[in-house]
């Protein structure tokens, strides 16, 4: 055997809290072994019922909508004026940012309920939520960007 891969998920009930692992030895070919070891963990939000996370999602989606409509818009009215201006072009980056957001923490939110629903559907089998907790690094990164570059604005 060449490398050993140990992967497995633990979930903490009373934070919500669900970390994969993932541990790789692997054997050079001096004979050594390196270890690499991954925890991802991820927040998850309650399943069914309101839940305060979505809601701002949601709200955060139906804003960037609006932005990016009102931008579209002052293109359309003043074309030239608006193509001229520099700083005018830093509004759009902003709007799709923030939309570019909002939907990549749906489309996690969506991705965490449907692992879910599989496990808990066949108990026995392994579920990987690794895919979900790379979604949620990408997210909260995207949500990191979005944030400074508001707070530079």
Not at 43 to 58: A, E, M, Q, R
Not at 81 to 90: A, E, I, M, S, T
Not at 101 to 108: H, I, N, P, S
């Amino acid at each position: 055997t060449q490398a050993v891969l140990i992967e497995f998920t633990h979930y903490h009930k009373q934070t919500g809290i669900l970390a994969p692992v993932s541990i790789l030895l692997d054997q050079t070919h001096t004979g050594r072994i390196l270890s690499f070891i991954s925890i991802q963990p991820f927040h998850i939000s309650p399943l069914f019922g309101p839940d305060l996370y979505v809601t701002l999602t949601v709200l955060l989606l139906l804003f960037a909508l609006c932005f990016v409509g009102a931008e579209v818009w002052a293109l359309i009215r003043k074309p030239s004026q608006y193509l001229r201006q520099g700083w005018r072009w830093f509004q759009p980056l902003l709007a799709l940012l923030t939309l570019a957001a909002a939907v990549l923490r749906l489309y996690f939110l969506y991705t965490t309920i449907a692992y879910i629903s599989r496990h808990r559907s066949r108990p026995s089998s392994f579920a990987d939520f690794h895919s979900a907790a790379t979604l949620a690094r990408k997210s909260n990164q995207l949500s990191a960007i979005l944030l400074t570059l508001l707070v530079l604005k």
